[in-house]
């Protein structure tokens, strides 16, 4: 994924947000998730496109996470949830 | 994790492997009094215990997801059918007007259709496995209740209601249910483009369930809130044109309530100080229609209503 690309939110995902996190559903095609800890805070970044570093930095600022571990798991993150059908590139 | 979190879970899990969400005894009282009088906001001022608010929210969860998918297969194959129809309530009204579709729970999906299209509208249903239940072909549910419902829903398939004529103060009307089909808008969920009513539309429509729940004595903070948000999408000129269309369609007396709640519920609370019954809501309806003529008609619909109900329990027709 490159770093200038940026993402959002897809039309498919809907959720809902609980005491712990947020659950997703892919109206698409039914299935539901659930984030919680560092996955539903970056998913509270994507209510606005944003970029891999975009959500790198907030790992780091956040969560003082070292930023090549960031950058990893961001992008494991982004991954994801394209894979699911709950991120696109905006 | 609490319990309440766990059981949704749970009954995630059981909706995605294709089994039944788990049944209504589950909830507690507390739960069941929120959900059933629509008071969950008031719940939340109230300081109503927070187990009981999460398990509701929970329920709308599980519900919904399983509500929408139904609502967007049904309307696809109703749509490949050639069958014009309308997606009302349910949680796409509630992504439309409120952004969320986990606001209320939804059981079924509520769909409208005009009467000759109706038993086509029944062949693509019983092709997604839902039937006609038998006693929804009585001259109550048809001609009363004007919706016939559609199940057993099972896991993946919410029941259907098929609504062919939409609440009025003066009774039914084919009338609103044709306007509403003829001025559909598409509303966009996922990648499935559901037709909806046209937002004036949304704003009769809830002006009208209001009504109706006040005619009854129902509870009727949920289509206050509707009613509310639908006429706050409008500007100025459209809230005219919705006046205008409320007067054609009998709706006047209606949409002055929905336009102010306060009174409505004044009006609501002082009438049910002295009229209780069936005469409180016998009055109640008649305030809400447009002249005395519509309010003849809804006493005399109230009047058939009781008498067609009695003849279904009894069997009759």
């Known amino acids: 994924m490159e770093d200038a690309e940026t993402y959002a939110r897809a039309g498919a995902a809907l959720g809902r947000l609980w005491a712990g996190g947020y659950d997703l559903l892919n109206v698409d095609d039914g299935t539901t998730y659930r984030l919680e800890g560092t996955a539903a805070r970056l998913w509270e970044v994507l209510q606005a496109p944003a970029t891999a570093a975009n959500l790198a930095s907030v790992l780091i600022d956040g969560f003082g996470a070292p930023p090549e571990m960031a950058a990893r798991d961001v992008a494991s993150f982004l991954s994801a949830l394209a894979a699911a059908g709950l991120v696109e590139s905006a | 994790m609490n319990a309440h979190a766990t059981a949704a879970e749970a009954a995630i899990a059981a909706l995605a492997d294709g089994q039944s969400p788990p049944p209504w005894p589950t909830l507690t009282g507390e739960t069941q009094r929120l959900l059933v009088n629509n008071r969950v ?107 016939a419902h559609f199940g057993p829903g099972d896991g993946r398939n919410a029941p259907v209601d098929l609504h062919l004529v939409l609440p009025h103060p003066s009774g039914r009307r084919r009338a609103l249910a044709s306007a509403v089909l003829s001025r559909a808008v598409p509303q966009r969920v996922g990648s499935t483009t559901l037709p909806v009513p046209d937002p004036i539309d949304d704003l009769l429509l809830h002006a009208a369930y209001l009504a109706k729940s006040a005619a009854r004595f129902e509870p009727a903070g949920g289509a206050m809130l509707d009613a509310a948000a639908a006429a706050r999408r409008l500007g100025p000129d459209r809230l005219q044109e919705a006046r205008r269309r409320a007067t054609s369609l009998g709706l006047s007396g209606a949409l002055s309530l929905a336009l102010d709640p306060g009174r409505a519920a004044t009006r609501a609370r002082l009438l049910a100080q002295v009229l209780t019954g069936t005469l409180g809501r016998a009055a109640s309806a008649v305030l809400a229609c447009d002249g005395a003529g519509e309010a003849l008609r809804a006493l005399a619909f109230e009047a058939g209503r009781k008498a067609a109900q009695a003849a279904a329990h009894r069997g009759w027709f």
């Open chain 2, 41 to 147: 906001a008031v719940a939340v001022a109230a300081g109503t215990d927070a187990g009981a608010l999460d398990e509701a929210r929970d329920l709308a969860w599980v519900t919904n997801v399983r509500s929408l998918a139904s609502a967007t297969r049904t309307s696809r194959a109703l749509a490949a059918a050639g069958v014009r129809h309308v997606v009302v309530k349910g949680p796409a009204l509630g992504l439309r007007l409120h952004g969320d579709a986990f606001l209320r729970p939804s059981a079924d999906v509520d769909v409208v259709t005009a009467p000759k299209d109706e038993s086509r509208a029944a062949t693509v249903l019983a092709a997604l496995g839902l039937a006609r239940e038998a006693e929804h072909g009585t001259l109550y549910w048809r001609r009363f209740l004007g919706e």
